[in-house]
């Protein structure tokens, strides 16, 4: 389909102690979008909803966190379908609240060993660097009587001159390790002569190193204590995963229940702002597709059996932003769906950018990368990743389909001109051709895209900006009639009344429809409307000089292919195949990966810019299924 599905909004009225029960109809119908009520509403002031919403999140946040740390897959959804009571919800919390506290303890007990085994690792790892030191290294950490002993470290190129200067001061230097840099040394002398040998030490870079705390013994003796107590903390973690284990084992099923119970919750505390209430009555609103109103109400009734009324009406024209679009498509349409998508939501009654952005997308990358062989490669390559492309699979093949199609066009095979002949053209052969064709394609689409943009004003309402505006009528026939004016005075040499005419009038137009929005009072008011005048008018043009890239990348991909020709024509027979097969899988992927994108920037900014606001809102409806 081209736009949304129809929606209607309905209102359902019903008795407050049956909301539950009615916001499980809702959600087993799978048609109804719930619409928040304004909070001020003084016909409806409850919202009986509210404690159930705020319990219903605690729940679902301390069970995510108890079945991501005890491992607890994803329950099935339950079997008979009941409305959960907020005092059977509020047990579960508790329950559950006793059960997160333990797994909190020993979540944290966990990164605490974690993090003293991780600890030990460093610290074994340090005790490499001291493993040569034959010494209780705690007696180089503390202050020595008679002594002055310390570890640094010195550059290399530095270590002989500070060995014979510290000698000079009754000191010994001794490597202990060495590295191409610098040199790991003992320091030790008699006290008494510190300052002196601090200048020398400063001069020569000489750097102190600081030894852990937890090395206080010989080398051997070190690793062994570091040894046992990995073993230790290690048994601790185990000791912790076993209990884990337990844990899961024994409260699997009671967490399951609890998840199937929070499925059957969540319509209710899905509701939240869209549920009010006064007195014994309760009302809440959505948005429900035309063709479902008949299963929602056969829906509401099986449960429901009469006790309720269930409203419904057209969305009106201050709706239409607020309204949710549902919008279907085939299955290969999906992928480019997705793609335009990502640039907004249509509003609901706007067209739906799909189908043009998937049949242009395809046309202009074929345009611009159009061999045979690269989209023969393009098709194995997404053909044998289609279990990795998943959906995304129509989308690639479709591209290699047109890379394929314009290739026969172009009479090229991985950049060979000679195998083919062209069905058309060799873009080489005639770039002024190639130029022209994507010019006048540029016009086509920025004029198919602008009359999509009338028809969707028009459809909001907007009929004077859809009439007059600069993306309007006017400003489609002031571009029409500016591209037929450059036509006939290129072609033939002519610009006449007519010509003229089709250029002035349009642009009057467009004048006095902006001199009418402006506010901008006294002389600067026909300074701003020239201004914007003529900024729609430079818009049309950049954007219509923009498709000129189209003709740029065909020509850019046979050059591309020459280069990589005459490169390989330098070399014998061996280097010569490998250069082709080289240079063209770098046209493949790069040159490939920049065409998709320059492909992607003239749709979203040429085209969806022009009659596709994107801030539309997607219809959610309430589901039976498991959270997200």
């Known amino acids: 389909m081209l736009t949304s599905l129809s929606m209607r909004r309905v209102t359902l009225h019903m008795v407050k102690e049956e909301a539950p029960e009615a916001a499980l109809s809702l959600a087993e119908s799978g048609v109804f979008s719930p619409e928040p009520l304004p909070a001020g509403e003084e016909s409806l002031p409850e919202c009986p909803a509210a404690s159930y919403q705020a319990l219903f999140h605690d729940v679902q946040m301390r069970l995510q966190k108890v079945s991501e740390y005890l491992g607890v897959q994803a329950a099935i959804p339950p079997e008979k379908v009941r409305a959960i009571s907020e005092s059977e919800l509020a047990a579960f919390n508790k329950w559950l609240g006793r059960l997160w506290r333990r797994c909190s303890q020993l979540q944290e007990k966990g990164r605490e060993l974690d993090e003293k085994i991780r600890s030990i690792g460093q610290l074994d790892k340090t005790l490499d660097t001291y ?8 007696l ?27 000698g000079m001061a009754g000191y010994i230097l001794k490597p202990f390790a060495e590295s191409d840099s610098a040199a790991l040394v003992v320091l030790a ?42 073993l230790r903390f290690q048994e601790e973690r185990l000791a912790l995963a076993q209990e884990r284990e337990l844990l899961h084992k024994k409260h699997e099923q009671a967490l399951h229940k609890g998840a199937q119970r929070m499925i059957l919750a969540a319509p209710y505390a899905f509701l939240g702002a869209s549920l009010r209430s006064q007195g014994g009555l309760a009302t809440v609103q959505g948005w429900v597709p035309t063709e479902k109103i008949s299963c929602l109400r056969k829906t509401l009734q099986r449960r429901l059996e009469q006790r309720f009324v269930l409203e419904t009406r057209d969305p009106t024209l201050d709706e239409r932003l607020m309204t949710p679009s549902l919008i279907r498509v085939p299955r290969w349409l999906q992928p480019f769906t997705d793609v335009a998508h990502n640039y907004g939501v249509p509003r609901y009654g706007e067209l739906d950018p799909s189908w043009l952005f998937a049949l242009t997308f395809i046309a202009m990358f074929g345009m611009m ?23 995304y699979t129509p989308f690639v093949l479709s591209l290699g389909v047109s890379s394929c199609c314009f290739g026969f066009l172009y009479g090229s095979v991985f950049g060979y001109e000679e195998i083919l002949s062209p069905l058309w053209l060799s873009p080489l052969s005639n770039p002024q051709r190639m130029l022209m064709v994507a ?7 920025i004029l198919l895209v602008t009359a999509m943009g009338i028809r969707n004003r028009l459809a909001e309402g907007c009929y004077a900006e859809a009439l007059l505006g600069g993306r309007g009528l006017a400003g489609s026939l002031l571009y029409l009639g500016a591209v037929y004016g450059a036509f006939r005075w290129m072609e033939e040499g002519v610009f006449g009344a007519m010509e003229a005419a089709a250029i002035v009038l349009p642009f009057l137009v467009l004048l006095g429809y902006q001199w009418h929005r402006s506010q901008v ?44 020709f005459a490169l390989a024509g330098t070399m014998e027979a061996v280097g010569h195949w490998v250069t082709v097969v080289v240079g063209n899988l770098f046209i493949l992927i790069l040159e490939g990966a920049i065409v998709a994108i320059q492909v992607l920037r003239l749709e979203y900014y040429e085209g969806f810019s022009r009659f596709f606001s994107g801030d539309g809102r997607a219809f959610e409806p309430l589901i039976l299924g498991p959270l997200k």
């Not at 051997?220 to 570091?226: A, D, G, I, T």
């Not at 026909?526 to 020509?555: P, Q």
């Open 131 to 138: 493993a040569r030191l034959d010494v209780n290294l705690g």
């Open 439 to 445: 010019l006048f394609w540029g016009v086509g689409f």
């Open 521 to 564: 009072p006294g002389f600067g008011r026909g300074v701003v409307v020239l201004i914007e005048s003529f900024e729609i008018i430079m818009g049309y043009f950049a954007n219509t000089l923009s498709f000129l890239r189209v003709a740029a990348f065909s020509l850019n991909h046979v050059a591309l292919a020459l280069a990589v």
């Open 189 to 230: 002398g008699v006290k008494g002569n510190e300052r002196q040998v601090q200048s020398v030490l400063r001069a020569a870079a000489y750097r102190p190193l600081q030894l852990p705390a937890e090395f206080q013994h010989h080398p051997q003796q070190v690793r062994q204590q570091l040894a046992a107590q990995r």
């Open 369 to 391: 990368f159009g061999d045979v062989g690269h989209g023969a490669a393009i098709l194995a390559v997404g053909w044998g990743c289609r279990r990795w492309l998943g959906h």
């Open 140 to 166: 180089l950490q503390g202050q020595l009587q008679f002594l002055d002993v310390q570890l640094g470290a010195v550059p290399q190129s530095n270590f002989g001159k500070l060995q014979e200067a510290v």
